[in-house]
């Protein structure tokens, strides 16, 4: 056994504890793991009042972030007084509270809608104006939820190697070597996989994802990847745990050619060591916390994997995105009064919307 090598991946993976602990005393903490999009941030558009404290509270406890708007007094530039709610905003790491005039054109930039999911706008005449201006923002720049980008190694927003590591068969005493690389607009998993040492298998592993992964709105799993033609594996982990349950897909590849693969998550089958579990439970969709792709000699059970050759393999991956979601609600507009002008712009989009009265706070965060 390479026994530097193994060394090397338990400490990567933070599976040694003294190790982490000697990391943490020397002020190296591990990178926060998240994907391209992490937790989805909810826009609130508001004045200030006790509904826009109530609301927030029922988003964050909801477990996604905020971004909240209130605006500015006009002509001083300072903001309308907000008796405790600016409490939630001070306090909360996941209320970011913008206070900005939405009513000047000059301050609705795209910035301001990175990583938003949905607007939630509790409607104040004096604001009417400014919101039709980011109604029209967001019908450019939201995207269509039935679709969420988890990597995106075309425009790579983090260093690739603080998430993906190498776990290969040397856990096992095999000899396999493989890393993971940016190389050309993609990740390129590669290496030398070896039988010798009753070794068989080489693979990438993602850390553990903090904050985990909500995937409960989607369908399965999309990856766009250009292979050598062998049949390779993704796996998706619901436990934190270096050595536990996970649920596996495998999929072909065709020979230096782009595919787009769809793994459904009702086809994902539980094992342990490549050993199939029966009695194990469906995957949690709402806890998914790391990602693995693996080349392996074997499939499950023992069965040998048909597509397998030893030797030098190559697989090109642009993305890793969930797919099939339910189409969610963009804006939401809690009336007051009449809002014909945003009702009619609203309908002028794509957004999907709704509208509802302050008093339905269920329908609001729904």
Not at 37 to 64: Q, T
Request: aromatic letters at 10%.
């Amino acid at each position: 056994m390479n026994v530097g090598r193994f060394v090397q991946t338990l400490t990567y993976f933070d599976v040694i504890p003294l190790c982490s602990w000697w990391r943490r005393f020397r002020g190296i903490e591990q990178p926060k793991t998240v994907g391209v999009e992490g937790v989805g941030v909810i826009l609130i558009v508001g004045k200030g009042h006790d509904l826009d404290k109530r609301i927030i509270e029922e988003v964050v406890n909801k477990g996604c972030r905020v971004r909240w708007i209130h605006p500015q007094m006009e002509g001083t530039g300072s903001a309308i007084p907000l008796a405790d709610s600016v409490v939630i905003a001070n306090t909360s790491p996941q209320v970011e509270t913008l206070v900005l005039d939405i009513n000047n054109s000059a301050n609705l930039t795209p910035d301001l809608l990175t990583d938003v999911e949905s607007i939630i706008y509790l409607s104040h005449p004096d604001l009417d104006s400014g919101i039709t201006n980011l109604i029209n923002l967001a019908d450019r720049q939201l995207q269509d939820r039935t679709e969420k980008l988890i990597f995106d190694f075309t425009q790579p927003s983090v260093e690739i190697s603080s998430i993906w590591g190498a776990i290969d068969d040397v856990v096992m005493g095999g000899v396999s070597d493989s890393n993971i690389r940016m190389v050309d607009g993609a990740a390129r998993f590669s290496g030398n996989v070896s039988t010798a040492n009753s070794g068989g298998f080489a693979s990438v592993r993602t850390r553990n994802l903090e904050p985990r992964l909500d995937l409960s709105n989607y369908q399965g799993i999309e990856l766009k990847v250009k292979g050598d033609g062998q049949r390779y594996k993704l796996f998706v982990r619901t436990n934190a745990g270096w050595d536990s349950l996970a649920y596996s897909y495998s999929f072909d590849t065709a020979y230096n050619s782009w595919l787009n693969v769809q793994i459904p998550f009702d086809r994902m089958v539980a094992v342990f060591r490549a050993k199939t579990v029966p009695s194990a439970p469906s995957i949690n969709l709402s806890e998914i916390c790391a990602f693995q792709i693996m080349l392996s000699k074997f499939e499950y059970d023992g069965q040998l994997n048909p597509q397998f050759q030893p030797g030098n393999f190559s697989l090109e991956i642009a993305s890793l995105k969930a797919y099939g979601g339910n189409k969610l609600t963009q804006f939401v507009l809690v009336e007051n009064g009449e809002n014909f002008s945003v009702k009619q712009a609203l309908k002028n989009t794509n957004l999907a919307y709704k509208f509802v009265q302050s008093y339905e706070s269920d329908r609001i965060c729904s």
